[in-house]
């Protein structure tokens, strides 16, 4: 009874008069580690999937130039551009054009490149990634942005040239059986 006199008297004492209740002193818990984590792997997680992805968030420093060859064979989008081995732009886009196929090569604004400047595709190492090798010509004539080169060199297709030996050694002999008749 005592006890609900004295809940009584509190509820009444509480409506009468606001009442402060002092807080017990927080220190760091542990809902505040988990959360700083989850906000550090949620960075990371978004920081990874624009880098892997090959996102493109600010605008580039890059321009493109158009490049046409009658074989890419191997060439993949993303492939490198080079000049005198020095990584100056990627390959961005790749579409048929028939007969050829066109690349739209993404190169670094420092860079700049001439109308007699020749794209050949090349092959790092024995069987590597294949990538455009860019050779320097003389002219002072700039390609502007979204212009086409107009020199390229396209793949060296070894099974063609295979088949070529083997279609002319074998029209050598049947021309040499000729002959013997």
Known sequence: MDQLKSSS???????????????PKR???LEFWVGLFLIVAVAA??????????????????????????????????ASVEIAGVPVGEVSAIELVDPA?????????????????????R???????????????SSDVVIAPGKRMPETESVVDFEDIIGKIVHSLTDDKSEKGKDKE
Do not use: C, Q, W
């Open 45 to 78: 997680v978004a920081y990874l999937a624009v880098g892997l992805g090959d996102i493109k968030i600010f605008r580039s420093n890059r321009y493109p130039i158009i490049a046409e060859f009658d074989n890419i064979s191997g060439l993949k989008n993303g």
């Open 123 to 137: 092959t790092k190492g024995i069987i590597g990634d294949r990538y455009i090798k860019i050779s320097r010509g």
């Open 9 to 23: 008297e509190m509820k009444k004492s509480v409506n009468a008069e606001h009442v402060e209740v002092a807080l």
């Open 101 to 121: 196929a066109r690349l739209t090569l993404m190169i670094d604004n420092g860079v700049l490149i001439k109308d007699d400047d020749i794209a050949s595709i």
């Open 27 to 29: 220190s760091l818990s």
